[in-house]
């Protein structure tokens, strides 16, 4: 995803400093309120809403913050208008790029994307021009570290960890697992790997509670956009586009953006 692994990104947004953080905080924040005001406010029946916080704890935000974004979303609190709204980009290389927003005021987000987007040398295009070329997924990170549970009063659970081969044997045992991807250098802050884990839209549901069911750490999970096919290009246009991507990932009104792009 955006020339890296979906995992890379999500510890950079862990690492990110306070001044970045509070950006990724206000992206979280929002897809808990839209997630709240599309499927309700209770957790347990909005699988949307679900993934929605617990996303935002793994980030560490604030509890504080994630009930007063459901409250926006259910009407209950800060009444804030938001909707979804997506831009298909053709970039140099033959490079597809699709930028998910959610935003309060569309003009300025599409003024703010069109703005990047012309810099860079690529271009808008129509609607589904490029959408049928990627498929919506269900993405979960799961670490190689088995849970220990703590025998003292007191002291915390821990995680120990596990050949990823043998962990990657026992998901090959659950349904509705469609790929399965070790990364190659270890997360020395687990002192683990981590699998990432695709399944389809459908699937996602179901297999998360059985991947949760295991003793294994569960980083993340949540949909996405993947490619169906990557493009490999040229270094220095490779850069370029990498470039574009951060662009677009950084503006506020931006959730998500998703390319074909070759790691």
């Known amino acids: 995803m955006s020339g890296h692994s979906k995992w890379a990104k999500i510890k950079r947004?862990?690492?990110?400093?306070?001044?970045?953080?509070?950006?990724?905080?206000?992206?979280?924040?929002?897809?808990?309120?839209?997630?709240?005001?599309e499927g309700g406010g209770e957790i347990n029946s909005?699988?949307?809403?679900?993934l929605a916080v617990?996303?935002?704890k793994d980030m560490n935000m604030p509890m504080n913050n994630?009930?007063?974004?459901?409250?926006?979303?259910?009407?209950?609190?800060?009444?804030?208008a938001l909707q979804k709204i997506s831009y298909e980009i053709i970039a140099p290389g033959g490079i597809n790029i699709i930028v998910d927003c959610q935003s309060d005021n569309t003009n300025r987000t599409f003024s703010e994307v069109k703005n990047i987007v012309d810099k860079m040398g690529a271009k808008i295009t129509s609607a589904g021009s490029i959408s049928w070329q990627f498929s919506e997924k269900g993405y979960i990170a799961l670490s190689s570290a088995k849970l220990q549970k703590s025998t003292q009063f007191g002291k915390k659970d821990s995680y120990d960890p596990v050949d990823p081969?043998?962990?990657?044997?026992?998901?090959?045992?659950?349904?509705?697992?469609?790929?399965?991807?070790?990364?190659k250098e270890m997360d020395l802050e687990l002192?683990?790997?981590?699998?990432?884990?695709?399944?389809?839209?459908?699937?996602?549901s179901k297999v998360l509670k059985n991947l949760e069911a295991l003793p294994y750490k569960i980083e993340t999970a949540e949909l996405i956009k993947k490619a169906k096919e990557n493009l490999s290009i040229a270094a220095g246009v490779k850069i370029k586009i990498e470039n574009?991507?951060?662009?677009?990932?950084?503006?506020?009104?931006?959730?998500?953006?998703?390319?074909?792009l070759q790691e």
């Open 165 to 183: 081969d043998t962990v990657q044997l026992e998901l090959m045992e659950i349904p509705g697992i469609e790929d399965l991807e070790v990364q």
């Open 66 to 80: 994630i009930e007063r974004a459901i409250q926006k979303g259910t009407g209950s609190g800060e009444k804030i």
């Open 13 to 37: 947004q862990k690492g990110a400093n306070d001044l970045k953080k509070g950006a990724v905080f206000t992206k979280l924040a929002r897809n808990i309120t839209l997630a709240a005001k």
């Open 191 to 204: 002192g683990a790997y981590i699998i990432e884990i695709y399944t389809s839209k459908e699937e996602f």
């Open 244 to 260: 574009l991507l951060e662009a677009l990932e950084n503006l506020d009104d931006v959730d998500n953006v998703w390319s074909n």
């Open 46 to 50: 909005n699988f949307a809403l679900r």
């Open 54 to 56: 617990t996303k935002a």
